[in-house]
């Protein structure tokens, strides 16, 4: 089932995406730095990552689906790269689906500033689930990036 961000996310990032049926409380996610450092292949978890869309000249946003080394805990994320020589500034919003369609949370992460020539995610919270999982995210600029690959 592809899932869709709520109405929620709609509103706080202004994008015309509409909620595919009951939606969980949006809640607030947090954002990462990782600088120079790539965050998929720093991580001992499995990630499973939409194809890299231009949100910005010198700027791309992906939207992830994140399983644990362990297998028992998921997490949906959006990853930004700012390949300028200044800071960039964005929103990001992700939610987190079982593949059958139960809709585990929204994300919204409010605007932020990712550094020049680096990377920073927005992650949502981190829950207990053994079901395959999906996610679909969009930024602020950029719009919709899609949905991720189960994991």
């Known amino acids: 089932m592809a899932a869709m961000l709520t109405a929620v996310m709609t509103a706080t990032l202004?994008?015309?995406?509409?909620?595919?049926?009951?939606?969980a409380a949006t809640e607030n996610g947090s954002w990462r730095a990782y600088g120079n450092t790539n965050p998929i292949t720093s991580s001992p978890s499995t990630w499973r990552c939409a194809g890299s869309?231009?949100?910005?000249?010198?700027v791309v946003a992906q939207v992830?689906?994140?399983?644990?080394?362990?297998?028992?805990?998921?997490?949906?994320a959006v990853i930004v790269r700012n390949n300028r020589s200044g800071l960039y500034s964005v929103a990001a919003a992700m939610d987190?689906?079982?593949?059958?369609?139960?809709?585990l949370?929204?994300?919204?992460?409010?605007?932020?500033?990712?550094?020049?020539n680096s990377w920073?995610?927005?992650f949502g919270?981190?829950?207990?689930?053994?079901?395959a999982v999906?996610?679909?995210?969009?930024s602020s600029p950029g719009g919709d990036l899609g949905q991720s690959p189960s994991v």
Do not use: E, F, H, M
């Open 134 to 138: 999906n996610s679909v995210g969009a």
């Open 64 to 76: 992830c689906a994140i399983r644990s080394s362990g297998g028992g805990s998921v997490q949906a």
């Open 14 to 23: 202004g994008l015309s995406l509409t909620s595919a049926g009951p939606a």
């Open 53 to 58: 869309k231009t949100i910005a000249t010198s």
């Open 120 to 122: 920073s995610v927005c």
């Open 96 to 103: 987190l689906y079982t593949t059958s369609g139960v809709n």
């Open 125 to 131: 919270r981190t829950l207990t689930q053994s079901k």
């Open 105 to 116: 949370g929204d994300w919204v992460c409010s605007s932020s500033g990712v550094g020049a």
